[in-house]
């Protein structure tokens, strides 16, 4: 986001609660000079502590936040685990080669319980072509992005 975005959104924010808080002491003030022995000084007395307090405590925890994400930490409770994956839906172990994970392809095998993940062997592109070896095998590629990603 540009600085002119940034600063015509903060604008805009700071417009519509100054027009919020407009409507809000116009309607004190209607409603105080229609109730019996009600003055203007209650609005002071009342409504302006209570402007004070609320933007203090919302730029509190706002700073607070901000503190915390620049630290990097988020609380002491978090709702999100990051997923491990040692098994697949249908129970088997899971076996990862870590150089599967930069690969353009991967092989994946299964051998009774376990499954495994390893980076596909690199094939020239004359063995590609129709009714090579590599076709009739049984193991199954597949680009690496549509397993991880």
Not at 30 to 40: C, I, L, Y
Not at 86 to 112: A, F, P, V, Y
Request: charge should be neutral; hydrophobic fraction near 40%; proline fraction near 4%.
């Amino acid at each position: 986001m540009s600085k002119t975005g940034t600063l015509h959104h903060k604008l805009t924010r700071y417009l519509a609660a100054g027009c919020g808080w407009l409507i809000v002491f116009y309607e004190w003030l209607h409603v105080s000079q229609q109730a019996p022995g009600r003055d203007e000084m209650t609005l002071v007395l009342v409504l302006a502590p209570a402007l004070f307090l609320i933007h203090t405590g919302a730029i509190a925890w706002i700073s607070h936040s901000k503190r915390l994400a620049a630290r990097g930490k988020r609380g002491l409770i978090t709702r999100y685990t990051s997923p491990v994956f040692s098994q697949d839906h249908l129970g088997r172990k899971l076996m990862i080669n870590e150089k599967s994970l930069e690969s353009k392809e991967i092989e994946i095998n299964i051998d009774g319980e376990v499954k495994s993940y390893a980076p596909a062997a690199e094939t020239s592109p004359e063995s590609k072509e129709f009714g090579t070896a590599l076709d009739r095998d049984v193991k199954s590629y597949a680009p690496a992005d549509e397993v991880w990603g």
